[in-house]
């Protein structure tokens, strides 16, 4: 056989040889390496600052037995009474209202800091920012921080987030409706007026008179300006409108008029 030939044969085995091995490694690496569907999907700073924020709050309504944490404990009994609350706010500086103007949350979000407190009066949080625009569900994963924080998580009340009731949850409630209805029908009298029975304060739907089957409920958010109009320490009004001046000439809580100051004056 010429020299040429063999050579030619041997190259081509060898050639034939390299693309069967290419043609392996390939079918190997198709078969072995991740899919792109099953990846992981990275999640943008604002989603993923939303998903851990609700991730905690849903957490809390697990049931966890007897040392379960009472996640409603700042919550005033005044709040499970419409008419008792509306005439507390009418008082002016109460002090149901006050404690909560003062339970504020410093929060940094990817839209910028906020700086949130429960308005009581409006039934809705109340915030600073410099932001222009924020987004709704940016401000619910800081109220959803803000309830679990200062434990009213009865405060928020959006539909779409809390958890659905569950069918045994659903009938134990009816059955406990039915039991209070039976004794307050069974329940005798000793005075001419019936006792006043309030309604727990434990659902969101509840506690905003709102039907939770048929109605879609948000929560209520209040821009109060940037982050700058907020003033982190309320300055007491001074009851003397001359700033504690006294003379023996007016009295001490009145102001002097410019026509009794020429009076005087002569």
Wanted: charged share 30%.
């Amino acid at each position: 056989m010429n020299s040429a030939v063999a050579k030619r044969i041997f190259f081509e085995f060898k050639e034939t040889i390299r693309r069967i091995f290419l043609f392996l490694y390939a079918l190997v690496f198709a078969f072995s390496s991740p899919r792109i569907s099953d990846q992981p999907t990275s999640l943008s700073p604002k989603d993923e600052y939303i998903e851990s924020r609700k991730k905690r709050f849903l957490a809390t309504f697990e049931n966890t037995g007897e040392t379960e944490t009472d996640w409603n404990s700042n919550i005033e009994p005044i709040f499970s009474d419409a008419t008792a609350l509306s005439e507390i706010m009418k008082e002016p500086n109460n002090e149901v209202e006050k404690k909560w103007r003062t339970r504020i949350l410093i929060e940094n979000t990817p839209r910028g800091n906020v700086i949130m407190f429960y308005d009581a009066y409006k039934r809705g949080f109340s915030y600073y920012c410099d932001s222009t625009v924020m987004p709704y569900d940016i401000m619910n994963a800081v109220a959803m921080k803000y309830v679990l924080t200062f434990f009213c998580r009865d405060f928020f009340v959006d539909s779409a987030v809390l958890p659905k009731k569950t069918e045994d949850q659903s009938q134990k409630d009816t059955a406990n409706e039915k039991t209070e209805e039976n004794k307050k029908t069974n329940t005798v009298q000793t005075d001419k007026q019936a006792f006043v029975k309030f309604k727990t304060y434990n659902t969101a739907a509840k506690k905003a008179g709102i039907k939770e089957e048929n109605d879609k409920v948000i929560n209520c958010f209040m821009h109060l300006g940037a982050s700058r109009n907020w003033m982190p320490i309320t300055k007491t009004a001074k009851l003397n409108p001359i700033n504690g001046f006294q003379t023996d000439m007016i009295p001490s809580n009145r102001k002097l008029s410019y026509l009794e100051y020429k009076n005087l004056k002569g």
